[in-house]
C-alpha cells in the first residue's frame, strides 16, 4: 500500500514566479494537510482540507493557496514567490488522528 | 493559539544511556500529542503518539507520559542506540488534523 506521496521531490524556482506542488494521501485517507519546514525548525501548518473543504489555515501569507480534489488529493499553490519561500513543503495524509507525512518537496528560491 | 515548547534543543547520550526529551503546551482544548522522528534528509515518521485521557504509553524501548495539569508531556527513549540519532518533534493538536510543532530536539547517540 502506498504511502503519501509528493511531486516534484525538488524545484528551483525565481523570486516573483509561482509554483505548484502536490500531493496524493494514503488510500481512504480524506484529510490533507500542508506544513512548510525550514531547515532547523519544526514544521508550521499551512493549510488542512478534508473532503475538498478547507478546514484550517495558518498563519500565512494570501499568496498561498491550495485546494482538494474529488479524490483526495491536494495542491499547494505559492505566488510571487520570496527567497524567504525555501523550505520543505509536507503534505500529511490523516486517519483517525494520526499524520503520515510525505517525502516533502525541496524548494528553492533564487 | 496553541504554542509548544521543547526541550533540550541537543541532547548527546552514550550508546545504552536514557534519552528524555520534554514539551509544553499552552492550549488546554489540545487533546493529542505525537511525537515524530526525523532523519537528516527524510520524512517526519511517527513513533508514538498519546491521548490526553490516557497518562503514559509504551513500545518497546519508547515512552511517552502526559500531565494535563501541568501541560506538559515527555519523550522516554531507554537503552539509546546509534540508529536512534535524529531530530524529533513533539506536536500538539488544538483541532482536528492541525498539528503544532515544537522546534525540535537533535538527539545524538554517541557509541
Known amino acids: 500500500d502506498a504511502g503519501v506521496t509528493q511531486s516534484p521531490t525538488h524545484l528551483i524556482k525565481t523570486r516573483g514566479q509561482h509554483v505548484t506542488l502536490r500531493c496524493s494521501p494514503i488510500?481512504?485517507?480524506?484529510?490533507v494537510s500542508w506544513y512548510q519546514q525550514v531547515l532547523g525548525q519544526g514544521p508550521q501548518f499551512i493549510f488542512q482540507?478534508?473532503?475538498?473543504?478547507?478546514?484550517g489555515r495558518g498563519n500565512f501569507p494570501d499568496r498561498f493557496s491550495a485546494r482538494q480534489f474529488p479524490n483526495y488529493s491536494s495542491e499547494l499553490n505559492v505566488n510571487a514567490l520570496l527567497l524567504g519561500d525555501s523550505a520543505l513543503y509536507l503534505c500529511?495524509?490523516?486517519?483517525?488522528?494520526?499524520?503520515?507525512f510525505g517525502q516533502g518537496t525541496r524548494l528553492t528560491v533564487v | 493559539g496553541e504554542n509548544v515548547e521543547q526541550h533540550p534543543s541537543t541532547l548527546s547520550v552514550q550508546e545504552g544511556d536514557s534519552a528524555v526529551i520534554k514539551c509544553t503546551y499552552s492550549?488546554?482544548?489540545?487533546?493529542?500529542f505525537p511525537w515524530y522522528k526525523q532523519e537528516l534528509g527524510k520524512r517526519p515518521q511517527l513513533i508514538i503518539d498519546?491521548?490526553?485521557?490516557?497518562g503514559e504509553k509504551k513500545d518497546q524501548r519508547i515512552a511517552v507520559t502526559l500531565n494535563k495539569t501541568a501541560k506538559h508531556f515527555s519523550l522516554h527513549i531507554t537503552e539509546t542506540q546509534p540508529e536512534d540519532s535524529a531530530v524529533y518533534f513533539c506536536?500538539?493538536?488544538?483541532?482536528?488534523?492541525?498539528?503544532?510543532f515544537g522546534a525540535g530536539t537533535i538527539l545524538r547517540v554517541k557509541s
Open positions: 482540507y478534508y473532503e475538498k473543504e478547507e478546514r
Open positions: 500529511a495524509s490523516s486517519f483517525g488522528g494520526e499524520a503520515f
Open positions: 506536536a500538539a493538536e488544538p483541532y482536528g488534523n492541525k498539528l503544532v
Open positions: 488510500s481512504g485517507h480524506k484529510s
Open positions: 498519546i491521548r490526553s485521557n490516557v
Open positions: 492550549d488546554s482544548a489540545s487533546n493529542y
